[in-house]
């Protein structure tokens, strides 16, 4: 049961520090890749909103996770995965949306091992709360 505890502190605050971290990258979003592409055009701005959605859900599964709820949790395992595969995926192929790959930031390497703590956080997190050893 301890280690359910440390799971989910760590879990929970990594969550928190994600959607910090994207709070502050994600509403620049739209400038970043203006810059980078050399245009501004509405796809911008709905990535920038897509970021503080996601922040938003995330700071909900920090505060779930830090709870204590179980039910939840495959659900957050899904919404870590889906996320972590968008971040990949869009540095390496041509991103949603966009239709190009997005350049690589210095904030993408601390997001990238926050989603990896996240995912398997999570699953720890949700292994310990469902399997009695």
């Known amino acids: 049961m301890e280690s359910e505890r440390i799971f989910r502190l760590l879990t929970g605050t990594?969550?928190?520090?994600?959607?910090?971290?994207?709070l502050v990258v994600g509403y620049g979003a739209a400038s970043l890749a203006a810059h980078a592409t050399g245009e501004a055009v509405?796809?911008?701005a709905i990535y920038s909103e897509y970021f503080g959605f996601n922040s938003a859900?995330?700071?909900?599964?920090g505060?779930?996770?830090?709870?204590?709820?179980?039910?939840?949790?495959?659900?957050?395992?899904?919404?870590?995965?889906i996320n972590t595969g968008l971040l990949i995926?869009?540095?390496?192929?041509?991103?949603?949306?966009?239709?190009?790959t997005?350049?690589?930031?210095?904030e993408v390497f601390p997001a990238l091992v926050l989603d990896f703590v996240l995912l398997g956080g999570s699953i720890l997190t949700w292994w310990k709360a469902n399997v009695r050893v």
């Open 102 to 106: 997005l350049p690589i930031i210095p």
């Open 63 to 81: 505060y779930e996770i830090l709870k204590g709820t179980r039910k939840l949790l495959p659900l957050i395992i899904f919404l870590f995965t």
């Open 89 to 100: 995926e869009s540095h390496v192929a041509p991103a949603p949306i966009l239709g190009r």
């Open 14 to 22: 990594a969550s928190f520090l994600w959607s910090l971290l994207h």
């Open 42 to 44: 509405l796809s911008f």
């Open 57 to 61: 859900l995330y700071i909900f599964a």
